[in-house]
């Protein structure tokens, strides 16, 4: 099966899931993919709540490394930000004028402006790609030359018994990312790796400044 990041033959892995011995991308079958009812269905149980300070801890992993880079003033959009929008509340509190834009819950697509933003978040939902190179594309095209790309999801790397690893088990979780992966769309997309935890979290800025 062709890769749906970089389009190179991908290799059969676990229990119906491919891996690109070229981007390292691992994505599951297509043909397992939930249907667009029933990933409103499963999103609509998240309970994230702005005041849940818990939820806001768990932010952090992205918000506190981002706030090293963030310029004094600049305009952000929270990409795909869920049903109880925080991060972007988080991002107001350092001085940001911040958007928010889920394709659900918040499908306002006139927010969806090639190179309009000094900041873009995205948490916990790259490994929702169902089409990734055309999401990444999209989500990569929102940010202006110089700008910031912040990004959470749980990294797969082979220390992780795929087959037992919580993260896959969620439906809605269809791709998963390793290091060579990060590398490939740092190279592809013309971006700057400038904070890795090698876990959950990369930040990159985009070339062209």
Not at 31 to 57: I, K, M, P, V, W
Not at 112 to 123: F, H
Request: hydrophobic share 35%; proline share 6%; net charge negative.
């Amino acid at each position: 099966m062709d890769c749906l990041l970089c389009h190179s033959d991908s290799t059969s892995f676990v229990a119906g899931t491919f891996i690109c011995p070229e981007c390292a991308l691992v994505f599951k079958n297509p043909a397992d993919f939930l249907s667009a009812t029933d990933d409103h269905d499963r999103y609509a149980q998240h309970q994230n709540n702005s005041e849940d300070q818990g939820y806001r801890d768990f932010l952090g992993k992205l918000l506190n490394p981002l706030k090293d880079f963030l310029p004094p003033h600049f305009n952000a959009l929270d990409f795909g930000c869920g049903p109880g929008p925080t991060l972007s509340l988080l991002l107001e509190e350092e001085g940001g004028e911040v958007e928010i834009y889920d394709p659900i819950f918040f499908p306002d697509a006139h927010l969806l402006i090639p190179e309009t933003y000094d900041v873009v978040t995205s948490t916990e939902v790259v490994e929702h790609f169902k089409t990734p190179k055309k999401d990444w594309e999209l989500l990569v095209g929102l940010v202006k030359d110089g700008g910031l790309l912040g990004i959470m999801t749980q990294f797969y790397d082979e220390s992780i018994d795929f087959q037992k690893w919580w993260y896959k088990n969620d439906p809605t979780h269809v791709a998963f990312y390793q290091e060579k992966t990060l590398n490939y769309l740092a190279e592809t997309y013309q971006l700057d790796m400038i904070y890795n935890d090698h876990k959950s979290v990369v930040i990159f800025r985009k070339r062209g400044y």
